[in-house]
């Protein structure tokens, strides 16, 4: 199984503890008042910083018992869209990797491949976990690491997944991990971020993609969002919402060097 890398220094080690942090997060939404989505995108940083986000906008939808998170590669270990197939232990219980959809979109794909070192020391995935777990105890997962790859290769690993999914034929929920620019002033942060959004919000993966690499913006997570903007579109969203938009200095105080967060539910 993999063991987490992240827990007691990005969120609480214990079940208790990290079971009352999120419970602290939750911003209360009734079950009537979630709503079906096809995707979301969540920050993945320390919960300190980014949870009350993260919380915030999965606490919006209903979460499936299976969810397919995509996140970027921090380390550069492994291939290049690498799709992890061992289950995993996490301070809330274990993880099952759905293994039917996992196998539906390794059969469908020559860009997404098995591999196990991407995923065994990264972050962006892990940190998504206890929100699902937290709103859906029965999750599995289908853990993607993406690096940084064409806009082409973006189209064939969405239409891939596409295909994958409607073949399951369950509910799921696509997640991307993704933090927004990384140690600028808050005001240039938030400048550079609100470009982003906004071919977010119009649901423009192309121009998403191309603003983020032509305006240098420090998006981590930029190939893994683009990919669920694409994937999200051939499912049937026609519709990005901003839930929420921040930054580290909330936290920290410190707004001369932030880590900019959002969260956005596609629907």
């Not at 992890?84 to 196998?103: C, F, H, R, S, Y």
């Not at 020559?110 to 105890?137: G, K, W």
Request: one cysteine or more; charged letters at 20%.
């Amino acid at each position: 199984m993999r063991a987490p890398v992240v827990a007691n220094r990005f969120y609480p080690g214990s079940a208790a503890a990290l079971t009352g942090t999120i419970s602290e997060m939750d911003p209360g939404i009734t079950a009537d008042d979630k709503q079906d989505a096809v995707a979301v995108i969540a920050p993945h940083a320390g919960y300190i910083y980014s949870g009350p986000v993260a919380a915030e906008t999965v606490a919006r939808v209903n979460v499936p018992d299976t969810v397919v998170i995509l996140g970027p590669n921090h380390h550069g270990r492994g291939a290049s869209l690498a799709l992890g197939t061992e289950d995993w232990q996490m301070p809330m219980g274990d993880v099952e990797i759905n293994k039917e959809l996992a196998a539906l979109v390794l059969d469908r794909s020559t860009v997404i491949t098995e591999d196990e070192a991407a995923q065994e020391y990264e972050h962006s995935l892990e940190v998504q976990v206890p929100f699902l777990q937290y709103y859906n105890p029965s999750l599995r997962i289908v853990p993607i690491v993406v690096s940084h790859v064409t806009y082409a290769t973006c189209q064939e690993a969405a239409h891939d997944l596409t295909a994958a999914i409607k073949a399951y034929g369950k509910p799921v929920l696509l997640v991307a991990s993704t933090d927004m620019t990384h140690y600028e002033s808050r005001q240039d942060a938030s400048r550079k971020d609100s470009l982003a959004l906004e071919k977010i919000e119009a649901m423009d993966p192309q121009g998403l993609y191309d603003t983020v690499i032509g305006n240098r913006i420090s998006m981590c997570g930029i190939m893994p969002t683009t990919i669920v903007v694409l994937t999200a579109q051939e499912l049937g969203a026609t519709r990005a919402d901003l839930v929420r938009y921040t930054d580290s200095g909330e936290a920290s105080g410190d707004t001369d060097q932030v880590v900019g967060y959002a969260g956005l539910i596609l629907s």
